[in-house]
């Protein structure tokens, strides 16, 4: 897989979920498990799982299954999650504190390590265990902490800027919840984040009842 | 479609960004757009618009394109949001406050008209324009708002409870923030998201360096 852009993000999201549940086993001491008891434990499909695997080079031995241990550190090195990575949040508004305390932004693969905000009210108070710093010390706190990855939950007529902000600190990658179309810095990967769209789906769901 | 399951989740995420993209041309005033146009002008493909469309019986006219306006209205209608919805919030810590106030959350299609909490400091509190309720009050509320969304965002030990509270108070569809497994009741539609997720896509595109 040398061009990462292959692969389709929805087999990406379910090979983080592999892992997840793969080291959630691991944690639990099991050592090898099969993709039809993987399937059902997690309610997930044995077929997918397999064709899923089969594309990195990863075949279970028949009857005996995959190795869990070996399988998590080779989806956490597909998914480029094999060390910690190191974000920071700038917008410290709901969400962002929100995120910063959220458990899967603080685990095996991530941790938050700055929050950022011009507001004085809230710079040098805390969310959970983290101190908000002034969005001028972002600069620094990019370089010491090594941070690579950059959430922006501002609002949106301050998205650009911040955006601007984060790329020239040397964040490598962003993930935007602002809501706005922002002009993207080719070096950097960006995601944006829609939360509104899940209740769009649902609404479909409902009908027109 | 007289089976709503039969729509992929990705299609439906494609078509509420056609209908969000057309209310904002018919909001400006424009009349009929092509889907070259469309395409163009929010970074689409013209030929999975015409793709999207064409299964749900919409053919635009050749050298003139769709009718915007008949065009949202039949989006809305497929989608399920030709009129608006309630939503409930349950959970009103830092990511329930954000979601309250989401743009996307109070827009043409939804509106969260309660938010509830079990802690005594934030009943009787307002967030925004919305006065927090205590958990007791839900029954009544969604009775009264005819409220047929619950967004769940509590910690994950209350999740179970408070899901089973808002499919016992009548809530047809449910979005899941909370990262646990819950006990579904099949007369709901429910959707978990995973915020972390999108984190773990970057994380891949990062790559291992």
Same mark, same amino acid.
Request: aromatic fraction near 6%; include cysteine.
């Given at each position: 897989?040398?061009?990462?852009?292959?692969?389709?993000?929805?087999?990406?999201?379910?090979?983080?979920?592999?892992? &997840?549940?793969? &080291? &959630?086993?691991?944690?639990?001491?099991? /050592?090898?498990?099969?993709?039809?008891?993987?399937?059902?434990?997690?309610?997930?499909?044995?077929?997918?799982?397999?064709?899923?695997?089969?594309?990195?080079?990863?075949?279970?031995? /028949?009857?005996?299954?995959?190795?869990?241990?070996?399988?998590?550190?080779? +989806?956490?090195?597909?998914?480029?999650?094999?060390?910690? /990575?190191?974000?920071?949040?700038?917008?410290?508004?709901?969400?962002?504190?929100?995120?910063?305390?959220?458990? !899967?932004?603080?685990?095996?693969?991530?941790?938050?390590?700055?929050?950022?905000?011009?507001?004085?009210?809230?710079?040098?108070?805390?969310?959970?265990?983290?101190?908000?710093?002034?969005?001028?010390?972002?600069?620094?706190?990019? &370089?010491?902490?090594?941070?690579?990855?950059?959430?922006?939950?501002?609002?949106?007529?301050?998205?650009?800027?911040?955006?601007?902000?984060?790329?020239?600190? !040397?964040?490598?990658?962003?993930?935007?919840?602002?809501?706005? /179309? +922002?002009?993207?810095?080719?070096?950097?990967?960006?995601?944006?984040?829609? +939360?509104?769209?899940?209740?769009?789906?649902?609404?479909?769901?409902?009908?027109?009842?």
């Amino acid at each position: 897989m040398s061009d990462p852009n292959a692969v389709p993000p929805v087999t990406l999201n379910r090979l983080s979920i592999y892992l &997840r549940c793969l &080291r &959630r086993l691991r944690d639990q001491g099991v /050592r090898q498990v099969s993709s039809q008891q993987l399937a059902h434990r997690y309610r997930l499909s044995a077929a997918q799982i397999r064709k899923d695997l089969t594309q990195f080079g990863e075949f279970g031995i /028949r009857g005996v299954g995959y190795e869990v241990d070996q399988l998590c550190d080779r +989806l956490a090195s597909v998914l480029g999650v094999d060390h910690t /990575r190191s974000i920071v949040v700038v917008g410290m508004g709901n969400l962002g504190s929100a995120l910063a305390r959220h458990v !899967g932004f603080n685990s095996e693969s991530f941790a938050v390590v700055g929050g950022f905000d011009n507001d004085p009210k809230k710079v040098g108070s805390t969310v959970g265990h983290l101190a908000i710093s002034h969005i001028s010390e972002l600069p620094t706190v990019v &370089r010491e902490t090594n941070a690579e990855i950059g959430v922006l939950t501002v609002p949106a007529p301050a998205a650009q800027h911040n955006y601007d902000a984060l790329t020239a600190a !040397g964040i490598k990658a962003v993930l935007n919840f602002a809501p706005v /179309r +922002l002009k993207l810095d080719p070096r950097v990967q960006t995601k944006n984040v829609d +939360l509104s769209i899940n209740l769009e789906e649902l609404g479909f769901f409902l009908g027109q009842g």
